[in-house]
């Protein structure tokens, strides 16, 4: 199939088949591929006695015949046409309209707006955060509170403005009391936040916090060790750093997060201002 499709085609199949390896439906569609031949083996007990048996009375025990299983309706599996088409069609746009009213998860009971993202949809700088707080809930919109507009003097620090860049979390909805997300939560909602990074594909990620950065490089270890450090992800660049409300807590880690900042400046061409402190 290779020769029938652009390289640009190729790049957005390949984010598409990884949105539904995200979603966790690799095996769904593989054994939809094979319905209708679908073969149950017999069981592994099963399958060792008879062996033994063999061993033992030397002359071949008959196997248990293959049971066919049969074929299960397929609903609303899309065509390879309609495939390639949605493929060229992959926007946000297109990521919000099927993420709809969303229940997936329990967030949804507590929630009052869903905080899809917003921001320039051909970002090269992409912001990720944690999720939604109080101000965002209400207002629909992510960092908008405290935080928020701390993380927009940072933007601006930078020489760019929030219509400049994509500002986005790791769950669209609000946790509780502001609780850390839940696991289960995290793995329901992050593929629509992967989906979001490969429609816009930017030059480069900024994980705001450690629960962006484990969400996206699923790794454990304290922020402290990695943040600063350029990892490669998804056809890009990613950062972690400090998340806003931590700097608002600890002023004195700003420093820190500026130095992290200008080689992100440093990725994207952006001159740094001899009077920008950070
Ligand atoms: S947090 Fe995400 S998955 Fe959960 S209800 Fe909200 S939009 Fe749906």
Redesign the pocket.
Known sequence: MDSLLTSHQREKLEAWLRYYNDLNLGEFYSDRRSMGKRIVKPRAAEAAAASVSVAVAAKPVPQPAPVPVPALPIVNAPSMFEVLDRIEGDTLELTREQ?GE????K??KT?NK?VFGAGNPRAELIFVGEGPGHDEDVQGLPFVGRAGKLLTQMIEAMGLSRDDVYIANV???RPPENRKPEED?VA??SP?LFRQIDAIAPKAIVCLGATAAQALLKIQEPISRYRGSWFDYRNTKLMATYHPAYLLRNPAAKADVWKDLQKVMGLLGLQVKKNSKG
């Open positions: 993420l969303c229940t997936r998860c967030l949804h929630r869903i769950v669209k909805c939560e329901t909602c629509y």
